[in-house]
């Protein structure tokens, strides 16, 4: 008898009853979100990010730009699973850093060579330079600081601002000197540099040729910048580009852009980039981020530079064309190259750095919006005519401009608050907070609305963090006791989950428009809420596993964010947490804990024995709550028909529950001192009615308002004898009654 076939059942396929949403970024290169697809179509992704040109303290503009683009990132990376290859320059060869570093070097041998101290000709040469500063800023000539002085009391000095936002640094820097000048002390030398390096530079700028020297200034600024990035938790790059490092790529690369037609050398020995040329081409369009802006001369000669030769003496063909290499001048950096010495130019940089380790075409290129018009336009250009390419970038990410209570931020203006300054104020947290709840290509308004805002939601989450791991504790704790607890889900845990899993689907959904952190912010904040709901009404009854799950979901998109979340994924780690040392002994942890223990024994222990009051050993109790433990950093909420609440603070909670004690011990205060005050008003009041009790009914009309009474001594005539009318008998009457009342009661 043969054995029958066995028979794999049928599998049914689920139904797609709904398409998932697609990742769309918004692109500049399109101005709108895009759905992303990977050059490879694979899950690797090609990403170069502009970098920080290092000659000064990075700033909140840098913070809003470089954590937001660690925040897309991110999400990217760790909440869609992309590969990320992320390249990341630094800018160190520049004209600001070229002129900002001769000024240092200069200023630090004009202080040097004076030995720190003010004599005449140092004064002099100071006054000199200040009347060159307020003629070249003002346009205004001087030989007298009160003349200027009154010329600008009678400015309107916001009329001035609008039509030049530098005017009111320009006024700083003449009043600094102005006061060094009348000062003298210490601060001299400080005070009076800004108006002295551009004479000192002027003089003898040129002279200087040790690279020792423009090498020094972005080395640190550099270093101080990769700090202000690691306080601020942003990822390291994959790869650093240097551009001092590159060099001879960047020469290579302006070969390939002129043979292939697109850039032509000067007699100067410059090459420029020929933009009329390269967008007449059938197969490529200039000014692709912002078209509307092509032939700004006024933004085309910023990113230049001011150390560039803007006419067209040295045979320059239009001035839309930008500079690819520049011709050096005494007291600039130089480097070998086929058409003499000099220096690359800024914009070729970035497109020969990420080239170099992304090929020919890139996925993603992040900076700010800033940067778009003329620097990564002409990126673009000048990568696309070296490749002879349509398309080197296919998404342009641009990060919104950070504006402080309204106004733009620029270092130019020296308006800016350094990323060091706000983390004395703010912590690395609230700021990435900040970042996150404004979409990352918005204008960001950096305000006390906003931060107050952060705070709040801040707040609310570690708040849930700690009520969530205490609730945990306790669960641990009734497990450990053997106490027997049902994991039966009611309906209150099967609406938890429900909105947990709706809030799942939101997130990806937020997520896929355009990376929205504000909108995952506001979801998340929204579990949160009714989370706290179903803690507060389910009571003994609470099942902790739903409500871990919501936490650690939470807790994995905070992370996702850029937060750092603890390792069982219960919250985020404390802002100001340094850690602890391992080589710190169990006893030396646990003995202050311990010891309170013991003290609260023995005083309850001694109370018992000698038969206090159920009051005083509660007050033993509220002490131990309010004071002992809470200088431990433990707090305890009491709860009516279960075990006390236990929860770990941070050094800043246990200081605001320290002054929320101290303020409710000064309302008993306040309230004693009133009970007491109304006691002392009652007791006076009744000495006076005792007083007045004393007084018979029969007598106390007898007194010179009358002059006849009757038996019971109502009154019968007035002091003029007339007889006592009516109306007034029965008033009187009703007085003498009461008295009668109240005399009876004094003498029962």
């Known amino acids: 008898m043969s054995t029958p076939k066995v028979v794999q059942p049928k599998w049914f396929k689920p139904a797609e009853k709904k398409r998932l949403p697609v990742l769309k970024l918004y692109n500049t290169l399109t101005r709108s979100k895009e759905e992303f697809v990977t050059e490879s179509n694979t899950k690797s992704v090609t990403w170069y990010s502009c970098g920080p040109t290092v000659y000064d303290a990075s700033h909140m503009g840098h913070a809003r730009n470089y954590v937001s683009i660690d925040i897309n990132r991110r999400i990217l990376q760790d909440y869609f699973g992309f590969d990320i290859n992320f390249v990341q320059n630094v800018t160190d060869i520049d004209d600001k850093i070229i002129i900002r570093a001769r000024q240092n070097f200069l200023f630090e041998q004009f202080v040097e060579k004076n030995d720190n101290k003010v004599n005449d000709n140092v004064v002099n040469e100071v006054e000199t330079a200040l009347f060159k500063f307020i003629e070249k800023n003002f346009k205004q000539r001087f030989t007298k600081i009160e003349e200027y002085q009154s010329w600008l009391a009678g400015l309107d000095i916001e009329k001035q601002k609008a039509e030049n936002p530098k005017f009111p640094m320009h006024i700083t820097s003449a009043s600094n000197a102005i006061t060094s000048l009348s000062s003298k002390d210490e601060t001299f030398f400080e005070l009076a540099k800004d108006v002295l390096v551009p004479v000192l530079d002027e003089k003898f700028g040129a002279t200087l040729s040790d690279p020792e020297i423009f090498r020094k200034l972005p080395a640190y600024w550099e270093q101080r910048y990769d700090q202000d990035m690691a306080a601020l938790n942003v990822l390291p790059a994959t790869v650093t580009t240097r551009v001092s490092e590159y060099v001879p790529e960047i020469v290579s690369f ?121 620097h990564h336009d002409n990126e673009l250009a000048q990568s696309e005519a070296c490749f002879d390419n349509h398309q080197w970038i296919n998404y342009f990410l641009h990060t919104g401009h950070l504006h402080i209570e309204g106004q733009k931020m620029s270092k130019s203006l020296k308006n800016f608050i350094t990323i060091e300054e706000a983390l004395e104020k703010y912590s690395a947290r609230q700021l990435r907070l900040a970042f996150a709840s404004v979409q990352w290509n918005s204008q960001l308004d950096f305000k006390d609305s906003l931060l107050n805002e952060v705070k709040s939601t801040e707040l609310s989450l570690t708040n849930f963090f700690r009520n969530v791991r205490a609730l945990n504790n306790d669960y641990k704790h009734s497990l450990a006791a053997m106490q027997i607890i049902s994991k039966k889900l009611s309906i209150e845990e099967k609406a938890l989950l429900e909105e947990l899993k709706l809030t799942q689907e939101k997130v990806y959904e937020s997520f896929c428009d355009n990376l929205s952190t504000p ?129 770990f603070l941070t050094e800043k909670e246990k200081s605001e529950m320290i002054e929320l004690n101290q303020e409710k011990l000064r309302k008993e205060a306040e309230k004693q001192s009133r009970k007491l005050e109304q006691l002392k008003i009652k007791e006076a009041k009744e000495l006076e009615r005792l007083e007045k009790a004393k007084l018979s009914p029969q007598d106390m009309f007898k007194n010179n308002q009358y002059t006849e009474w009757d038996e019971d001594g109502l009154p019968i005539k007035d002091k003029d004898g007339n007889e006592v009318t009516k109306s007034m008998t029965k008033k009187l009457k009703k007085q003498w009654l009461a008295q009668k009342k109240l005399h009876e009661e004094f003498h029962s």
């Open 254 to 374: 302006v070969e390939s852009i002129i043979s292939n037609g697109y850039a032509y050398s000067t007699s100067d020995g410059s090459v420029y980039f020929d933009t009329a040329k390269f967008d007449a081409s059938e197969n490529h369009d200039y000014a692709k981020c912002q078209p509307w802006n092509k032939g700004q001369l006024d933004l085309i000669l910023d990113g230049e530079g001011s150390l560039s030769d803007f006419s067209s003496k040295n045979g320059k063909r239009s001035p839309n064309d930008f500079a690819l290499w520049k011709a050096s001048k005494p007291g600039e950096p130089e480097w070998e190259s086929p058409w003499g010495k000099g220096r690359p130019g800024w914009h070729i940089e970035c497109s020969v750095m990420a080239s170099d380790v992304h090929g020919s075409v890139i996925d993603i290129h992040t900076g700010g919006i800033d940067l778009a018009f003329p």
């Open 519 to 647: 909108q995952v912010l506001k979801q998340l904040n929204d579990l949160l809420t009714k989370s706290n709901t179903y803690i507060a009404s389910i009571g003994s009854e609470l099942k902790i596993e739903p409500l871990l799950a919501v936490t650690r979901y939470i807790s994995k998109i905070l992370g996702v964010i850029g937060f750092q979340i603890r390792s069982d994924g219960l919250g985020w780690l404390d802002d100001s947490s340094s850690g602890s040392s391992s080589s710190i002994s169990k006893e030396d942890v646990v003995m202050p804990y311990v010891k309170c223990l013991s003290q609260f024994r023995d005083e309850v222990r001694q109370l018992a024995m000698n038969g206090a009051p159920s009051s005083d050993l509660l007050q033993v109790t509220d002490r131990l709550r309010n004071q002992e433990l809470l200088e431990l950093n433990v707090a305890i909420d009491d709860r009516q028909g279960q075990s006390s609440l236990v929860k």
